[in-house]
Every structure is written in structure tokens, then in C-alpha cells.
């Protein structure tokens, strides 16, 4: 699969969030938990006098087909307009899917009844900020009743600045900071504030201060910095940060700001630039903060808002995309991909996730036909090339995978770190074609890159005993494989094939029975299983294992090793005599 940054780590793999705010999401978990639950189920009440559309509503929610389960919420309410569950339920399934019009009467009736609701809470939120009602989010207290302290505050110091009352705003955000574990939200978003009102020094002084080890250091945060600087006319000094926290990534929208910082140019602020930015950001970073945390039922509901608020903000689409795909919801993440402009900097990270959605979704071709016209718009990214070439892989056309791969290999200039996977690719498709000589130089040449990379240390060993080459190094590079993955069945299936072509058929078995422990309908494990309890005379077990092989062949995989005519001869006359029609080796030849 391509390898992709993820919006919300560093290249480093640096945790976004500092480990002070795990304690806070898990207190957000809750909440988190619940909101989930509700779009999951409802109030007995609802299917004992309800039970069609509860029944078909409940269904779909633990499909995540939150379009069925909003209609048929909706449609069970109309008959029990009361029930809090199902009130509930159809407020996040309709917030899930960005339509805060249509849960807004359902959460002012949630309000009404004086139950505590936070999705309710979250759906009116939006619906004020939308309305600018910025005195209504002022006054509301900061209490238990309300979406969460974080959040609260938060909105609450936005809505003073989009009253124009800074001071007061940004006392807000000071208390927002004083809670335990709340800093580092706090200061970003107060930084975010004082750039969004020309006061790029107070921000950068956020930043660059003795808590700033605290602030969020998210690939957005680091990009609002070196927006922050350049304003400054510190241009070197926001250089020198991009080359330090992004070094060896693949990224063109650093890329085109790093040019951009080395022509002298000034980068405009423009994370934050209102107060409706400014809450949309606070959703944001909030669904960011929890990708890891939280089930993504919960995720999207943060990031729908963010969506409604500033439905120009990419990274809110990757993400609400990104959260689509996990949920299995393939249609409506390509619908969300196809937002991303295409003169977006980030456009690139969009196809190739609708490429992915579409793949999901069983659309192969149009998958391919995305990543091809993604190739002619973006042939200078080699992660595009090699997408392409994955893809291709996938659906065995295997030469033109190799072509993708090769035009990936031209563009790659850190031979290290991630690059082995295009090596061992293009050796794979190598290896269909029947191409071994290109083959082997490739998984070699993976291996120097990542000399312990258990899956390439398996397939070429594998290959090296299925061709009975270098059988010494082939056994040794697959005990290296098992001892890096221990629990991989085809590769311990690897190990006991190469003792019994090595001969040594007593030490295989033990490996080959574990292997089908693991992978008990794999039909070649279990053929090999049975070709090593023939070689050590158990010849009845043999002929069970065969059966069992047979009949986990799939006949309409052209393509799968398992060889179901050779299965069959040997149930028909044994194993030694198929060695010798084949023109083989007998088995004490190769135990000699």
C-alpha cells in the first residue's frame, strides 16, 4: 500500500499530542462512549411499541450506515416523539452526516426535556456559532451539562473575540490553560487568536516560550508557526523549522513553502483568520486529538462541525474522509475526497485516498483510472507512481506494475527508510512474470535498505527453496523471518518447506503443524503439511491433509500456488510416485 504521512503526526513519528492529555481524553472517553452507544441502540421503550423502524434504525447504526439509521430514527420518533434514546440516536446520525439543520429541532427538543445531552449540546453549539450568536456561547456556563471543559472554554473565548472583547478572550483562554492537561490546547488556541488580529509577536512568543513543549505540535500547529514567522519577517528562522520537523518527508505543500521561504518570499497567515475560523479549529483539533482515542462513531461528529463551520479546511475534509473509509462508509468518504480542490496543494493526499476508497469498495478499475489521471497531473510524486503501481499489482497486471514502479524508483532520492516496500513490490510483480533475475536484485536490494524486513527475508527465501537455490542462505534468511515475526503462519509454513527440502523431514513437521495452526484452510499449508507427514511415513495423515488442501482450493484463482491436479495424483498413487513421474528426486535422495 502507499505509504502516507498522516495528517496529525510528524515524520518522526512523534506523538501529535504531548502524554498530559491522555488523561483528559480519557475523561472525554465517557461522553465518547456514550454518544457511540447512542446512535447504536435506544430506549426499550421504542421497540416494544416501535419495533419496525427501531429494529431497522438499530441495524443500520451498527453498520455505520448512518443515511438509513437517521431515517429511520426520524420515522421511529414520529410515533414515540419523546423517547430520549431515540432523540439521541437521531441527532448523531444526522450530525455524522453534517446536517446540523436537520438535528437542530431534535436537540432543542433533547434540551427541553431537561436531560443532559451531549450530542445535543454539540448540534446547538454549532447551531449559535453558525447564527453568530456570539452573546448566547459568551453567557453559557462552563458546567457538567454542557459539551466538556475543554470544549466549552474553548468556544466560549471565541465567541469573546468574535465580540470584539480580545482581553476578556484571551483571559479565557488563560483559564481554559489552568485546567490540568488543557495547556497545550489552550496556548495553541490563543496563539491562533492573537494572529488572527495582527499580533504575531504574542504568538510567536506562545510558541517559542518555556510552555512550548506543551502546545500541540501538530503538522498544523508546526505550519501556523512558520506562517507566524514569515509574517515576523523571520524567514530563515521558519526555514529552519520546516527542515527540521518535516526532513525526509514527501510532502508538496512543505515543499512549495520551503521554495517559497527560499525565494524570500512573505507566507500569509491564514489558519485563523475570523472567529468562525476559530471554532471550526477548535472541532478540529479536538476530532484530531482523539483519532487515536475515541471510536470514530464519536470522531466524526467534531469534525462534521468543523466541516460545517469552514467547509474550506482540507485537512477537516482528509479527516472526516479518513473516518468515513474506517467506518466502511466508502461512498461517502469519495464523496468528501472530491471536495478537496484541485489546485489544493493537498490534493494529491485526496485522490489518493478516494483511489483507496474506491478499491474498498470493490471499483478496482476506477480506482486505477483515478491514480492514472493523478500520475499525468502529479508525475513528479513518486508515493503517486507507486500507488499506481500497488493498485496494478493487486488486480495482476503485473507488467504494468512494474513500469509504475520503475517510474516511482526514478523520482525516489532517500534511498532509506521507507523506500525497501517499492523495491520488494516491483520484485513481487517481477516474480509473476516469471522475471526472477530482476526479481531476486530487487529483494535484495529491499533487504539492504531493511535487512530485517521479515516479509522480504520470507518471500525471497521461500522463492530461493522453491527454485532449490542457495538453500543454506534461503533456511537461514526464513529463521531470521520467524525469529522477526513469530506468529506468521506463511512464514513458518517457509521455514518447515525449506527443512523438507533440505531433507530434514522430522525437524520440518513441528514447523508445518504450527503453520496450519495458523492458517488452518490456507490449501497450500495444508498441502505441504501433508507432503511432510508422508516423507516421515505417517502416510494416512498425509492423505488427510491433501483432502483438506483439495478442498480449500479456490478453482477461480488462476493465479494461487495450490495446484489441485497434483493433489489429486497424489491422493490417487502417494507422493513418491508423482516425485518420480515428474521426474524428481526421491525422498531418501533428499534425506541423504
Not at 437521531?90 to 427538543?109: C, K, T
Not at 469534525?303 to 466502511?328: C, K, M, Y
Not at 478537496?340 to 493526499?349: K, L
Not at 516479509?455 to 525471497?460: E, G, H, K
Amino acid at each position: 500500500m502507499p505509504l502516507r504521512l498522516s495528517r496529525n503526526m510528524l515524520p518522526s513519528g512523534q506523538p501529535p499530542y504531548p502524554k498530559r492529555h491522555k488523561l483528559v481524553f480519557r475523561r472525554m472517553m465517557t461522553s465518547a462512549v456514550a454518544i457511540g452507544l447512542c446512535i447504536a441502540s435506544a430506549a426499550p421503550l421504542a421497540a416494544q411499541s416501535n419495533a419496525g423502524a427501531y429494529l431497522a434504525a438499530r441495524s443500520a447504526a451498527i453498520q455505520s450506515d448512518f443515511e438509513q439509521a437517521a431515517s429511520y430514527f426520524t420515522q421511529a420518533l414520529t410515533r414515540d416523539p419523546r423517547n430520549f434514546g431515540l432523540m439521541e440516536s437521531a441527532v448523531a446520525s444526522q450530525l455524522a452526516l453534517g446536517r446540523i439543520d436537520r438535528a437542530v429541532p431534535i436537540a432543542q427538543s433533547l434540551k427541553a426535556s431537561g436531560q443532559s445531552s451531549q450530542v445535543g449540546e454539540l448540534v446547538l453549539t454549532a447551531h449559535k456559532i453558525l447564527q453568530q450568536d456570539f452573546a448566547a456561547l459568551e453567557a453559557k456556563p462552563i458546567a457538567d451539562a454542557g459539551i466538556g471543559p475543554l470544549v466549552d472554554g474553548l468556544v466560549q473565548a471565541w465567541a469573546l473575540m468574535g465580540s470584539g472583547k480580545v482581553s476578556e478572550a484571551l483571559a479565557g483562554f488563560d483559564e481554559v490553560a489552568a485546567q490540568p492537561g488543557l495547556m497545550g490546547f489552550a496556548l495553541y488556541h490563543k496563539a491562533m487568536a492573537l494572529a488572527s488580529v495582527g499580533d504575531f509577536e504574542g504568538a510567536e512568543r506562545i510558541f517559542d516560550g518555556d510552555t512550548s513543549g506543551t502546545v500541540i505540535q501538530t503538522r498544523r500547529g508546526v505550519l501556523a508557526r512558520t506562517e507566524i514567522l514569515s509574517q515576523l519577517g523571520q524567514g530563515d528562522k521558519a526555514l529552519s523549522l520546516l527542515q527540521q520537523m518535516f526532513s525526509g518527508a514527501t510532502d508538496p505543500e512543505i515543499e512549495q513553502i520551503i521554495v517559497r521561504l527560499e525565494n524570500g518570499e512573505q507566507i500569509p497567515f491564514q489558519h485563523v483568520n475570523s472567529a468562525q475560523d476559530g471554532f471550526a479549529e477548535v472541532f478540529f483539533s479536538v476530532a484530531a486529538a482523539l483519532r487515536s482515542e475515541a471510536g470514530p462513531e464519536y470522531i466524526i461528529l467534531y469534525a462534521q462541525i468543523a466541516l460545517n463551520l469552514r467547509p474550506d479546511h482540507v485537512d477537516a475534509l482528509l479527516l472526516t474522509a479518513d473516518i468515513f473509509e474506517s467506518l466502511g462508509q466508502f461512498d461517502e468518504a469519495i464523496k468528501i475526497y472530491k471536495r478537496v480542490p484541485a489546485n489544493d496543494p493537498n490534493y494529491h493526499a485526496a485522490e489518493l485516498g478516494r483511489a483507496e476508497a474506491l478499491r474498498s469498495s470493490d471499483r478496482p478499475e476506477a480506482a486505477i483510472e483515478v491514480l492514472e489521471q493523478l500520475a499525468r497531473s502529479h508525475g513528479e510524486l513518486a508515493t503517486v507512481h507507486s500507488a499506481l503501481g500497488d493498485a496494478l499489482r493487486r488486480e495482476d497486471r503485473f507488467g504494468e506494475a512494474v513500469a509504475a514502479y520503475d517510474a516511482a524508483a526514478e523520482l525516489v532520492t532517500d534511498k532509506g527508510g521507507p523506500s525497501w516496500f517499492l523495491y520488494y513490490a516491483r520484485a513481487i510483480s517481477q516474480e509473476r512474470q516469471g522475471n526472477w533475475e530482476a526479481a531476486e536484485s530487487d529483494f535484495r536490494a529491499a533487504l539492504e535498505i531493511n535487512p530485517n524486513q521479515p516479509q522480504v527475508l520470507n518471500y525471497l527465501g521461500y522463492s530461493l527453496v522453491e527454485k532449490t537455490q542457495n538453500l543454506d542462505e534461503a533456511l537461514e534468511m526464513i529463521e531470521r523471518a520467524v525469529a522477526l515475526s513469530p506468529d506468521s503462519g506463511y512464514i513458518i509454513d517457509s521455514l518447515g518447506w525449506a527443512l523438507y527440502r533440505l531433507g530434514r523431514f522430522e525437524e520440518a513437521v513441528p514447523h508445518m503443524e504450527r503453520a496450519v495452526e495458523l492458517m488452518a484452510v490456507d490449501p497450500v499449508v495444508n498441502d505441504h503439511l501433508g507432503d511432510v507427514y508422508w516423507a516421515v511415513g505417517r502416510k494416512r495423515e498425509a492423505e488427510f491433509q491433501w483432502a483438506r488442501a483439495l478442498s480449500f482450493v479456490d478453482m477461480d484463482d488462476p493465479l494461487s500456488e495450490a495446484k489441485p491436479d497434483r493433489i489429486r495424483r497424489k491422493l490417487e498413487v502417494g507422493l513418491d510416485v508423482v516425485l518420480e513421474e515428474e521426474g524428481s528426486d526421491p525422498l531418501e535422495v533428499a534425506r541423504d
